[in-house]
């Protein structure tokens, strides 16, 4: 079984847009289907043929890199790679216990895209704490 995958997606990073007042994440916009249909064919294509186990534990890297001076958000980029791939490389993104992964924005003119890397995780850190907490 695979336990690590690293895609890239070319372009600039595009991130979660709320709605006005409600504060709900808006999902009908063009763009946002198109990023995160890109985010899963991305990570499709970097696992095809090879099986992937979506139970346990996942540590997550999301690095943004973008050419201008104008830089998103952390927080939104990770969250619109978090819910694309929800389903297919996670069951849950409250799975993802930690980040190994460097993880970030980068505003320095290098060519845009997004570089993902997902690890599954032999040990759930988070279930491990708990069993050994138990045991004292």
Not at 72 to 82: H, P, T
Not at 92 to 106: A, E, F, Q, Y
Request: with cysteine; charged share 30%.
């Amino acid at each position: 079984t695979l336990v690590e995958i690293r895609y890239t997606v070319p372009g600039r990073p595009f991130t979660w847009k709320r709605a006005g007042q409600s504060g709900r994440r808006r999902f009908n916009t063009a763009e946002h289907e198109a990023a995160k249909r890109m985010h899963w064919q991305a990570w499709a294509a970097a696992k095809a043929g090879r099986s992937w186990d979506t139970a346990g534990a996942f540590a997550v890297g999301v690095v943004g890199y973008y050419a201008d001076a104008k830089c998103g958000d952390l927080d939104k980029l990770q969250g619109i790679v978090y819910d694309a791939l929800e389903g297919h490389a996670w069951t849950k993104d409250r799975k993802i216990r930690s980040v190994l992964h460097p993880t970030g924005i980068v505003c320095d003119g290098s060519p845009e895209r997004v570089e993902v890397v997902i690890t599954r995780l032999s040990v759930d850190p988070v279930q491990d704490a708990a069993a050994r907490k138990r045991r004292k």
